[in-house]
């Protein structure tokens, strides 16, 4: 398998944001220093080793281990596209019809069932369930929950099988410290892209907040944020922190099936307007510190939420 170009430029930008943005994690977390090039030889490895078990997209997650300032490890998602080499024999038509669209139905199913809650943290995935359910057969099954372990949507536990992760401290802190890269990237570019129309978006976004916290409607809210750190990300105008971004936020929403924001509606809403009085300005320096001071108090606020959720 290779890599493209496209997918090399996407690992020397997450290195060079992460590099230069990264906080330090606690002491006893500090991992390996790496580079560029280390970088690009993890991607390599990983596609060398993926197992496309005859599906006809021949994707996979990187997860790429790159350091910042003081050597704190950051796992970066990274969507890496892998194409067979030269070797590999092609792939038929009446293949992808068999095999690929109905791994993909399987795949996009029980992934929505996951981030929607409907299978919710800690249930058990079997695939003589999951294939009768969904009237498929277990390979596309099978297929399918392969690669949403990939994207660590589902893992397994030894003697039980798979289930739908339970988060823990250290997912919710490795979660906001990606995001505080990217949320504050984002906002940088965005400061000096965004159009008015999609200022005046935002704005309307973080109004429809303000309205669900008046009616005490949680879900709404939820939804509401996540509309508006996306539309973010969308006025920055670059693709691959788009690309980025995807795997962080399906781990954020299966995170907050066990957390909330009952509580942080106005400190949601007023830390949204700072952000984007920087964009109107189109001051890159203060939207990226105003996104960054945003994604650590939703670190603190969720830290003692899943605290609270957790058995002691």
């Known amino acids: 398998m290779s890599l493209s170009v496209a997918d090399y430029v996407l690992l020397l930008e997450v290195h060079l944001v992460v590099a230069r943005d990264s906080p330090s994690r606690s002491p006893g977390q500090a991992g390996q220093s790496t580079s560029v090039a280390y970088c690009l030889e993890r991607a390599a490895k990983s596609c060398n080793s993926v197992q496309a078990a005859a599906s006809p997209m021949y994707v996979t997650r990187l997860v790429c281990a790159v350091s910042g300032n003081g050597g704190g490890v950051l796992l970066c998602i990274c969507r890496i596209s892998c194409m067979h080499a030269d070797t590999t024999p092609p792939v038929t038509e009446s293949h992808v019809r068999r095999d690929g669209s109905a791994m993909n139905y399987a795949y996009e199913n029980i992934k929505a069932a996951i981030l929607e809650g409907r299978y919710a943290p800690g249930t058990r995935l079997t695939e003589d369930d999951l294939a009768k359910n969904l009237k498929v ?78 009616a005490a409607d949680e879900a709404a809210i939820g939804r509401a944020n996540l509309v508006f750190h ?24 299966l995170v907050m099936q066990q957390t909330t924001l009952k509580g942080a509606e106005h400190r949601v809403f007023t830390e949204h307007r700072r952000i984007l009085a920087a964009l109107q300005a189109g001051d890159p320096d203060a ?8 994604v650590e108090a939703g670190l603190e606020f969720h830290r003692r939420h899943l605290a609270e959720a957790q058995p002691h």
């Open 137 to 214: 057969s277990r390979t596309p099954v099978r297929e399918a929950l392969h690669l949403l372990e990939s994207e660590m949507l589902v893992e397994t536990v030894p003697r039980v099988g798979l289930i739908v992760p339970i988060a823990t401290m250290v997912d919710l802190e490795e979660i906001f410290e990606v995001r505080w890269v990217v949320d504050g990237h984002a906002a940088r570019l965005a400061a000096k892209w965004i159009t008015k129309g999609e200022l005046l978006a935002l704005g309307s976004t973080n109004e429809r907040i303000a309205e669900a916290a008046a």
């Open 230 to 253: 996306r539309q973010i990300l969308e006025a920055a105008h670059n693709r691959r922190l788009l690309r980025i971004n995807r795997g962080v936020a399906d781990m954020l929403s």
């Open 287 to 294: 939207a990226e510190a105003a996104a960054k001071k945003h």
